[in-house]
């Protein structure tokens, strides 16, 4: 794997999470469950932090890839800032002991509560989306004697080709200000009292794997971020979003690596002498984190063999929502030799999406035994949801030969107990 390590290796023959075995926490915790390395969150964390070295910069966590209060804290006793979009992740981060001056609040709706409750409890910028929410941000400061810091998120109309879903930087999306309208927005911006404007924030889009598009975007914002000190704008702090890819197949050419994107950085913005913020939420967690879940049956069908496992698209979303491939592997890997099986790998969901794969050639696994998904760690857990009434899944993390269970799994009896039923029933 080279630069980009993770610590989920076999050792005579069984996968471990660091020096735990993964079988040890199945036992233990019960299937299905996210496991998620330290040292991994911690190396991928310090990747960002060494390419960007010789600017001044914060590496901002995008925490809606994984943001369980424990990786949060991990991440942020290394340093690391968080880019908040909701009221929720904000009050989750502030918890974990991030401080304010240490968030970003992104998104294309904040509301003015989420507005407030951030100016109240300390940001780091806002970063902002169109003219209504200025005027929302600009009214809510002035009514609480204060100046909102600001960068405005551009859209610089470039291709990320990735994934139609998870692109963000065309025109055509919901994302920032259209570039070509910038300065007359800006000069919006300095009119209004309760901002204070600092920068420009841009995000392309998710697991990019070519640099190009980057390029192109950075080097729009050089050119607007001259275009606007010679407006009389101060800016001098530019936000660069995230997106930089993972490798999800073993075998696929690896994306770019967190180097090489510094070292663009550097090449297309340097010279500027701004403050560097950067968001990346995938490569710090992706491969820092497993779904483990157990076989329950192995079913025939007229044409095919079906793998059904005790987690389902509810536990880990991204093979329905985006034809994602994650790597499936025993937990105990078979006889050197044996050959390999051909499975469609499901969940009991009763739907037919409820499908992680399709044809999938793997190892062959039998009722009872463990499977881990690779690269689950950013936008598995934090997607999930308890449809078919599936309790949400527990969440582990290991250090070293320690594991604890950062989430448990609840009780039905929780999961019931949130309904009301209405007294006219
Ligand atoms: N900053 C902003 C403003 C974002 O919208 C995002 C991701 C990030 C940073 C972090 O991007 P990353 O470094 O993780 O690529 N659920 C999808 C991914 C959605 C990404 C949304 N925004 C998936 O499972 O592939």
């Excluded at 600017?55 to 994984?66: E, I, N, Q």
């Excluded at 989420?114 to 002035?142: C, D, K």
């Excluded at 095919?304 to 499936?328: G, K, Q, S, T, V």
Aim: aromatic residues 8%; hydrophobic residues 40%.
């Amino acid at each position: 794997m080279g630069v980009l390590l993770d610590h989920f290796l076999y050792r005579d023959g069984a996968l471990f999470a660091e020096d735990v075995p993964i079988a040890e926490i199945a036992r233990q915790v019960g299937t299905p469950f996210y496991v998620y390395s330290t040292a991994t969150l911690l190396r991928h964390y310090q990747l960002f932090d060494e390419a960007l070295e010789g600017l001044d910069h914060l590496v901002c966590y995008a925490m809606k890839a994984a943001s369980n209060q424990a990786i949060l804290a991990t991440l942020a006793q290394a340093g690391a800032g968080m880019d908040v979009v909701s009221g929720g992740e904000y009050q989750r981060a502030r918890a974990a002991g991030v401080p304010g001056e240490r968030i970003v609040f992104s998104g294309v709706g904040k509301t003015a509560a989420e507005i407030r409750m951030a100016l109240e409890g300390g940001i780091r910028q806002f970063n902002v989306e169109s003219e209504p929410e200025m005027e929302v941000l600009n009214a809510t400061a002035l009514a609480m004697g204060v100046r909102a810091p600001v960068t405005i998120r551009l859209n610089p109309d470039v291709d990320a080709k990735t994934h139609a879903k998870i692109a963000t930087g065309k025109s055509e999306n919901k994302f920032g200000i259209p570039i070509s309208r910038a300065r007359e927005v800006y000069a919006l911006a300095a009119s209004m009292e309760g901002l204070e404007v600092i920068g420009i924030d841009v995000h392309i889009g998710s697991q990019l794997t070519d640099l190009t598009p980057f390029e192109v975007a950075y080097s729009k914002v050089a050119e607007l971020t001259e275009v606007l000190r010679g407006d009389g704008h101060e800016i001098r702090r530019l936000d660069l979003g995230g997106g930089l890819g993972i490798p999800y197949a073993r075998d696929n050419q690896a994306p770019p690596l967190p180097s090489d994107y510094g070292a663009l950085v550097k090449r297309t913005l340097g010279h500027l002498g701004c403050e560097i913020e950067i968001e990346p939420g995938r490569l710090i967690a992706g491969n820092a984190g497993l779904l483990v879940s157990e076989v329950i049956y192995v079913k025939s069908g007229e044409d095919r063999d079906f793998l059904i496992l005790d987690a389902a698209m509810n536990d880990l979303i991204r093979p329905a929502m985006y034809e994602a491939y994650h790597d499936i592997v025993p937990v105990i890997e078979p006889a050197p030799g044996t050959p390999p099986a051909t499975y469609d790998v499901v969940g009991p969901v009763c739907e037919s999406g409820d499908t992680f794969a399709k044809g999938r050639e793997m190892p062959p696994v039998a009722p009872g035994d463990l499977v881990a998904f690779r690269s689950a760690g950013a936008y598995g857990a934090v997607m999930s949801s308890e449809y078919n009434s599936r309790p949400l899944i527990p969440e582990v993390l290991v250090k070293e030969d320690q594991f604890a269970v950062i989430r448990r799994r609840p009780t039905f009896d929780e999961m019931i107990k949130r309904d009301t039923i209405p007294q006219w029933l």
